[in-house]
């Protein structure tokens, strides 16, 4: 049975399928979901956990990650809804919450011809998301546009914490295994270029990504790390795995470190495929790939 908590009326519902919360279209229920529209929900949805003793997961745009057919305990919070966006003219500097696309935050920035997230525009995930795992393409990265990042522990107090405090290295941070949620982050940008100028290389960025990737079929987006020195697509293609497919999860074809579920997939497919990449690469290569995507749940 839903219920609404008191102080705020944040809904919190059971049972609540987790697939089409996900790029990927695949994965369980959530033991308890809800998706607050405000701080004072956020927090109250928080607390509701913690007087509970429910484990807490957050949701951005669900563009990396695996969840389990099996689906997940405790209380799922997807910040779907929190997009709150606050642009400093005269700092040059951009906030934005964590349901925010980061798409939109780099665009923003392009159109005040303010350069440090051009690379930014094809990165298919939340603003909360992006921070937790350092997104980046194009050899830059969050770590590189940061300034501030708001925090909420699982008692719902906030910090505001410094890049340096969250140890951000490639597509990883300290936010992957301490118990701290993203609410915000507070983007530096340099000012000085024409409107035209970064609206272009942003242009370009974009058209680059999607000419390159397979953007007509759910996926996760890069499914593995690039080993040091080494692109793990190039790896997957010379083992010849393009194409390998279990159920309706395939390596795409435009690029092999991409899964694409072509129509009923489920997250075990997926996930046998991962695991079938990983033998046949190390078999040949000698490299054991290491997932960019976020497994959750049981497999």
């Known amino acids: 049975m839903s219920l609404y908590l008191p102080e705020t009326n944040c809904l919190i519902q ?15 229920t959530a033991q308890w979901y809800a998706a607050p529209k405000s701080w004072e929900q956020l927090q109250d949805s928080l607390n509701w956990a913690h007087k509970e003793q429910l484990p807490i997961t957050f949701l951005g745009g669900g563009s990396n990650l695996l969840i389990s057919d ?7 919070i997807s910040a779907r809804y929190l997009r709150n966006l606050d642009i400093n003219e005269e700092a040059c500097q951009i906030t934005a919450s964590a349901g925010m696309p980061l798409a939109t935050v780099a665009w923003k920035a392009a159109k005040r011809g303010w350069s ?30 940061l300034v501030s990042i708001v925090l909420a522990a699982a008692d719902g107090q906030l910090e505001r914490v410094t890049p340096e405090t969250l140890d951000f290295r490639y597509r990883t941070s300290n936010l992957q295994t301490f118990p701290r949620w ?12 024409s409107r035209e100028e970064i609206t272009a290389q942003t242009r370009t960025n ?13 996926s996760c ?8 020195g080494q692109a793990a697509g190039w790896l997957i293609e010379q083992t010849g795995l393009k194409g390998y497919q279990v159920g309706d999860a395939q390596v795409a074809h435009r690029h092999a470190n991409f899964i694409v579920n072509r129509g009923q997939a489920s997250a ?11 033998e046949k690469v190390e078999q040949q290569w000698s490299v054991l790939l290491q997932p960019e995507v976020k497994l959750l749940g049981e497999f």
């Open 221 to 228: 987006g890069s499914v593995f790390r690039n080993p040091t």
């Open 268 to 278: 075990q497919d997926i996930y046998n495929v991962i695991e079938h990449v990983q």
């Open 206 to 218: 974009l058209n680059k990504r999607r000419s390159t990737q397979p953007y007509d079929k759910p």
């Open 14 to 28: 059971p049972q609540v399928s987790l697939a089409t919360h996900t790029s990927l279209r695949v994965g369980g």
């Open 116 to 145: 440090g997230l051009e690379w930014a525009v094809g990165i298919p995930g939340t603003v909360g998301g992006s921070v937790v795992m350092n997104a980046g393409a194009h050899g830059k990265s969050m770590a590189d546009a």
């Open 182 to 193: 993203v609410m915000e982050a507070t983007f530096q940008l340099t000012p000085g270029y």
């Open 70 to 76: 099996r689906g997940l305990s405790g209380l799922i």
